[in-house]
């Protein structure tokens, strides 16, 4: 999925006609609120996507932060004055940052949470 250390500041790490390639769908960007921004990247379940995204995030500094089931659930790196964090779900990755010094780790699992709540209705092409 990732190919150059220069590629680590750009969620999803690939250039949209990779994501397709990869089994990625689709993808979604909110801003939250003040310093808060949110991205959703929609996979095909029975593609390599997830299992890329997870090696991509390891690659570009991010560690494991929760382990479920055997399997990373969320991620985190902070730097440059940002705290970002990549969320794990059955059918996307969410990738959540805050520049707010105020808004911690808890507050954007908290966030992606929400936002896996939200993106279930979300319709992406098969």
């Known amino acids: 999925m990732y190919k150059r250390q220069n ?14 390639a990869l089994g990625g769908r689709g993808w979604l960007v909110v801003t939250v609120g003040s310093g808060v921004r949110e991205q959703i990247v929609f996979y095909a379940a029975d593609s390599s996507f997830a299992d890329s995204a997870v090696r991509a995030a390891l690659d570009c ?3 494991t ?6 399997a990373p659930a969320t991620l ?6 940002r705290t ?15 520049t707010d010094p105020a808004v911690g780790v808890a507050d954007l ?5 929400l936002a896996e709540q939200r993106s279930a209705l ?4 098969s």
């Not at 932060?65 to 055997?70: A, R, S």
């Not at 985190?76 to 004055?81: F, L, V, Y």
């Not at 699992?109 to 949470?113: E, F, K, P, S, W």
């Open 7 to 20: 590629q680590c500041g750009t969620f999803p790490w690939t250039g949209e006609r990779n994501l397709y």
């Open 61 to 63: 500094g991010f560690s």
């Open 65 to 70: 932060l929760t382990v479920l089931d055997g």
């Open 76 to 81: 985190e790196r902070n730097r440059d004055g």
């Open 84 to 98: 970002e964090i990549v969320y794990m779900t059955q059918r996307s990755v969410i990738w959540m940052a805050a």
């Open 109 to 113: 699992v908290r966030l992606a949470g």
């Open 122 to 125: 979300v319709k992406t092409p």
